[in-house]
């Protein structure tokens, strides 16, 4: 067994909102946690959902925060919308853009040729999310794809954590052109393959940890790409969240943060009392999980997911049942 955590793996795949970052602050610990996994050697490749950006803008706002990165470091699902496109359609084509300059600079570099309205006759609409998005261009996308034009979306987040709290994100304002067209979107992000896909390609990783916050996109996608994860809980997940997650949600891993990339990996053990980990038991009894013990909280969680998990099978435990640890857990919220 590796006497870290991060020595297990040859690249991390590293989500950045909630992750890495959160709006203009870095995430408590990842610029030092960060530094010390490069000088061991480990590559990093920042993989976002959010394809409003370049991925030169995303390297200069990480370089800003401590956390130096080139725009080769950086993979985005508008680079993985682009490739489908580009794979499925002559070079030059007109492709109408619903979002903003990381999206078409992406369109642009695949060969494609961004438009704006659909009387340019695109082959293909991608919509990311951006700030500037008006109901105009969101009309162009609609009229593109009744047209017959492929629809494509960046990214199905319904939400996106910032430094203000929860808005909404590209899978919610992806549901307008849909509903008005009657065309579901193909999506390109997390948790979907070809996010996944495109950071293979760029990194050439052979042991990729996936690192994120989020549940449904970045462990998700972990699991159906049959890699590693690991959950940190400086974004938008917490501990009832992780306790009743059904199997494709769970984690290989769970840390406070990154710097729990630098210590021994660490998971539950079943002892004749329950699971174990660190100081702490849990386990399940009358359709109620127990926490017992002293320690890291971090460990009473990973002993508390053990328990549930295993409760649960290939369902989900019911919250009620979890709820009476969640004092005892509350630590590990941000």
């Not at 401590?66 to 084509?93: C, K, M, N, Y």
């Not at 951006?130 to 996308?141: A, I, N």
């Not at 501990?239 to 769970?250: F, I, K, S, V």
Request: proline share 7%; glycine share 12%; hydrophobic share 45%.
């Amino acid at each position: 067994m590796p006497a870290t955590l991060v020595e297990a793996y040859d690249t991390l795949l590293l989500d950045l909102d909630g992750v890495v970052y959160l709006g203009r602050h870095a995430v408590q610990n990842a610029p030092e946690a960060l530094a010390e996994a490069r000088e061991r050697g480990v590559r990093l490749a920042f993989v976002t959902n959010n394809a409003s950006r370049t991925p030169g803008a995303i390297a200069e706002h990480l370089t800003g925060l401590g956390i130096p990165a080139t725009p080769d470091d950086v993979v985005t699902s508008a680079q993985a919308a682009a490739r489908l496109v580009a794979e499925r359609f002559p070079a030059g084509s007109p492709v109408l853009v619903v979002g903003g300059m990381g999206l078409r600079g992406a369109v642009r570099a695949y060969g494609l040729r961004p438009v704006t309205t659909a009387l340019d006759d695109p082959v293909a609409v991608v919509q990311g999310i951006w700030d500037g998005l008006s109901y105009g261009l969101l009309c162009e996308g609609a009229l593109a794809v009744q047209a017959g034009a492929w629809f494509v979306a960046a990214n199905g987040d319904t939400t996106m954590p910032t430094n203000r709290g929860v808005l909404p994100g590209n899978g919610s304002m992806s549901r307008v052109i849909a509903t008005a067209a009657g065309v579901e979107p193909v999506v390109a992000g997390k948790p979907e393959p070809p996010l996944h896909r495109e950071s293979i390609i760029r990194t050439g990783a052979e042991r990729p940890l996936i690192v994120g916050d989020r549940l449904d996109t970045d462990i998700e996608g972990a699991t159906r790409a049959g890699v590693d994860s690991l959950l940190v809980l400086t974004g938008v997940t917490g501990p009832l969240d992780l306790l009743t997650a059904p199997p494709e949600h769970r984690p290989a891993h769970v840390a406070a943060d990154l710097s729990g990339l630098h210590e021994p990996p660490v998971r539950a053990r079943r002892g004749s009392g329950g699971w174990e980990c660190g100081g702490w038991t849990a386990c399940c009894a009358s359709g109620r999980l127990d926490l017992s013990g002293g320690g890291e909280p971090i460990d009473a969680l990973r002993a508390a997911c053990a328990a549930a998990w295993d409760e649960a099978g290939d369902g989900r435990v019911d919250e009620d049942a979890v709820k009476p640890v969640l004092a005892t857990l509350g630590s590990l919220t941000r």
